[in-house]
């Protein structure tokens, strides 16, 4: 496989990912009854929107086509859609947990991809930055689940 084809790879997977993000807290925000964290689900759902519109221009820049939002598979989506489970107790620490297994597996996703440190400079500019949101969410997710417990 070249290597622009496995890059695009990669990227996809780590769009696949955000799809799968972005999908688990919309569902997060559906069925919290807290307010802020209904919010904060809200936020970080349109943030990972973002970040699969950033990566679609990535892949499209290497000549590949972005896989669509109806593609979710992987282990990543199996994470996420493990959330459908908790939301009929409505129990927000339950919840708050499986986004931090979410969010730890999707730092995992950007550690990987970061190790090839000959990506192109846009690329990796854009993976850090991406990463780093996603480390601040993390901590912030861990921190409300102390409220909560």
């Known amino acids: 496989m070249k290597y622009t084809e496995e890059i695009s790879k990669k990227l996809n997977e780590l769009l696949i990912k955000n799809y799968d993000a972005e999908k688990g807290y919309k569902n997060a925000a559906e069925n919290v009854d807290n307010h802020r964290l209904e919010r904060f689900f809200e936020r970080m759902s349109k943030e990972r929107s973002e970040f699969a519109r950033e990566l679609k221009v ?37 919840i708050l947990e499986e986004v931090i297994r979410g969010e730890e597996n999707s730092l995992d996703a950007y550690y990987d991809m970061l190790r090839d440190r000959s990506l192109p400079a846009t690329i990796d500019a854009l993976l850090f930055k991406q990463r780093n949101a996603i480390k601040t969410t993390l901590e912030s997710v861990k921190r409300q689940e102390e409220l909560v417990s």
């Open 58 to 94: 990535e892949i499209e820049r290497f000549g590949d086509t972005p896989k669509d939002s109806g593609s979710i598979k992987g282990i990543v989506h199996r994470n996420w859609m493990s959330l459908k489970s908790l939301f009929a107790t409505n129990d927000e620490e339950a």
